[in-house]
């Protein structure tokens, strides 16, 4: 949900349809509600509602289809346009949005991203502005308490923000991170991540190095999800990848039905057949911790 122009088609599509950042640009309005069903994790099914953001379509959805449209909402994904002309206009309609979604699904989660955060060049800056998103949503949004994002398509923070999204999605995620982490010790692996299949967005995470940077593994996602798509237009499929030096050894594989891993292994002694054995063992055990 958001105003027209503030970029939900475009992150949807980049994140779902496999489109590049510059594809997107070809994209128009979306007209009323664009309907998709997308399965993730193998059998979760995401049916997204992309909402348009023209104001007839505006007033439709909370008058005469507000019972339709915010009822039976498991997560409600506000977008704001960083650029609007009018920033309290889009504070007053993201608070008729809560306001129906508390009347029909209450316990809906929301987040909330703000879009095209890379017309903010200096960190500092950025950081600044969203803190002004983050201060005045957690005085208006009640009992919702969302969680704000700042997102451009153009770097990986849309992958961080939709990698958060979805992780709270997956109904026996602790399960599978306790899994994952026993599976990263087991292999004197230093980072072991769990990617989805069709989308590559980071799933959970296990790693022995407590100060990974923020974003690193979504950067990661990003890289490899462009790769695959620069295969895909020369007629190639993308399988597997592996970089072998003096520092590290990576690897990245398919893992379950709905899943890649990628392990990195930083002792010399490690034979890499060997981890890759490693990884070829515990897919049965995963496959069946993964059924959702």
Known sequence: MGRSGAGKTSMRSLIFSNYSAHDTRRLGATID???????????????????????????????EQRENIFGNVEVLIYVFDLETASRESEYQLYDECLQKLGIYSKDAKVYTLV???????????????????????????????????????????????????VHRLVPNMSTIE?????????TDACEVVLFERATFLVVCFATSNETVPQGRFMTVSQAIKTYRNRCS???ESFRSFEIHNKNYTLFIEPFTKSTY????????????????????????????????
């Open 233 to 235: 237009n020369v007629q």
């Open 115 to 165: 879009h095209k955060m890379d017309k903010v060049p200096d960190p500092e800056q950025k950081e600044a502005r969203l803190e002004v998103y983050r201060r005045a949503l957690a005085e208006r949004s009640g009992m919702f308490k969302p969680e704000v994002f700042g997102t451009s398509i153009w770097d990986f923070s849309l992958y961080h923000a939709w990698s958060q999204i």
């Open 178 to 186: 306790r899994h994952l982490e026993k599976f990263r010790a087991l």
């Open 33 to 63: 509600v664009e309907h998709s069903t997308v399965q993730f994790m193998g059998d979760l099914s995401l049916n997204i509602w992309d909402c348009g953001g023209q104001h007839k379509y505006l007033e439709n959805y909370l008058n």
């Open 261 to 292: 891993i990628l392990v990195i292994t930083s002792d010399p002694e490690i034979e890499p057949a060997v981890t890759k054995a490693n990884i070829k063992a515990a897919k049965p055990h995963f496959q069946d911790k993964l059924m959702i």
